[in-house]
């Protein structure tokens, strides 16, 4: 029995429910955010009395754009890695490249390896402007 099909399935049916449930959770914060516009200021400050560390704050990391940069810096540099190597380490078609054991593991651990790197860059990066704040 091939798995192919199954997995091809599985993996269609977990993006839609994926995708479903994003939408649901962003209608409930939606809900949620247009209840606390209406509320009125006495009752929000009783609410932070009862819990002290209750306060709603939308705020949007000034780093997230550094992060998804590095990350498809990260990964083109891997990509180009992948590409430098099948050419000239393995000369040859493709499909032979692609069933040597090595080459394998180029193919998948290179984007994956300077995705980490590019990742950790970007956290050194944050790192660094918050302490100089």
């Given at each position: 029995?091939?798995l192919?099909?199954?997995?091809?399935?599985?993996?269609?049916?977990?993006?839609?429910?994926?995708?479903?449930?994003?939408?649901?959770?962003?209608?409930?914060?939606?809900?949620?955010?247009?209840?606390?516009?209406?509320?009125?200021?006495?009752?929000?400050?009783?609410?932070?009395?009862?819990?002290?560390?209750?306060?709603?704050?939308?705020?949007?990391?000034?780093?997230?754009?550094?992060r998804?940069?590095?990350?498809?810096?990260?990964?083109?540099?891997?990509?180009?890695?992948?590409?430098?190597?099948?050419?000239?380490?393995?000369?040859?078609?493709?499909?032979?490249?692609?069933?040597?054991?090595?080459?394998?593991?180029?193919?998948?651990?290179?984007?994956?390896?300077?995705?980490?790197?590019?990742?950790?860059?970007?956290y050194?990066?944050?790192?660094?402007?918050?302490?100089?704040?």
């Amino acid at each position: 029995m091939e798995l192919t099909p199954v997995l091809i399935v599985a993996t269609i049916f977990y993006f839609i429910y994926a995708l479903a449930a994003r939408i649901a959770t962003r209608k409930e914060r939606q809900n949620f955010f247009d209840i606390m516009a209406t509320m009125d200021p006495a009752t929000l400050q009783a609410y932070k009395e009862i819990n002290p560390q209750w306060e709603v704050m939308v705020k949007k990391s000034p780093y997230s754009a550094l992060r998804s940069a590095c990350l498809l810096l990260g990964l083109g540099l891997g990509l180009v890695v992948v590409w430098l190597g099948l050419s000239f380490w393995s000369p040859g078609t493709l499909r032979n490249a692609l069933y040597e054991g090595v080459n394998g593991f180029l193919i998948l651990g290179s984007p994956i390896l300077f995705a980490g790197l590019g990742l950790l860059v970007a956290y050194l990066i944050e790192r660094k402007q918050t302490q100089t704040e």
